[in-house]
């Protein structure tokens, strides 16, 4: 063998070692696994399943978490919270597969497009149960959705803007993703309710992909880019708290209104200091508990039914106290 050839086999030797390397830290940063409680080994479970978010650390889905664990604890169900640090649809679809090829007995995840989510969700779904949560897959063949009926809140979202604007605005929308399914209902809901408004006009539709420091840039550009827009509407958790950032600096108090969506505690922070105008309230930590369940259901033969609307409403600052006072110790 010349030298030049051991050299190339050396150079491939060790091409190979560092991309093993790298798929291994690869795969450990992209899945956060909860392993079993000390103490516990896998047959101290009834079942194995896994909630795959879109986003591990976003509080909205700490809240989807809670509810799932508390219903596991109180079952026996080992569960594992395993998906992208931050929101991104390969991870997430790829979690998905690597929770099928570990034979757990059952996933619940977003159905967030139906062109990425709805072939995979019918290939898992022959192996194992599949509840989709929060966004459905609605033409696959998951066993069940539970969450909010996404058009329709957008929709309430549309009337609660007509009513506090007295039918009068140039709105700029914020939506967490062009491409989910349920960011697209919540701007349809929501440009269906205010269509027959002549006085409310839709400028802009901009995407935060999410996250909370893009929606702020995107509220600061369209401020820039359209001085006639005079109320924001954001369509996932984090967007009106980016929106209300750049606005509680760069407009005097109420020359803009901003509804968003979701009870995170900034949220309701805006909403006390007058910035967020009303939000719609969602029940993250109920659809984490309720899917659990409905998952033991499916797995032990009882009907399930295929869709579960969890309670969606307008909440605006006068509704503060109230809102505390039912959510309890939970939230
Ligand atoms: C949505 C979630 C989304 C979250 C993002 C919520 O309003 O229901 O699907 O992941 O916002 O912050």
Redesign the pocket.
Known sequence: MSRLTKAAYGVGILFFLVSCAFSVFYGYMVVNHDLPAEGKTMETYNYHFVLV???LD?D??RLVEEGAQKAAEEHGVLLEYAGPKQANIDEHLKTIEMSMASKVDGIIT?GLSDEQFTPLINRVVEKLPVITI??DAANSNRMAYIG?DNYYSGFLAGKALIEDTNGQANVAIIT?SFYAN?QQQRVQGFRDAVETEAGIKIITVEESE?SRVRAAEKAYQILMDYPEVNAFYGT???DAIGIAQVVDKFREQDQVYIIG??TLPETLKYITKGTIKATVV?EPFEMGYKAVVMMIDLIEGKKVPPVIHTNTRIMREEDLPDIHRAMGEEY
Do not use: K
């Open positions: 978010p879109e986003e976003n909205y889905w977003q929060d966004t909010t967490g349920h999410i996932s958790a984090l969506f979701d969602q």
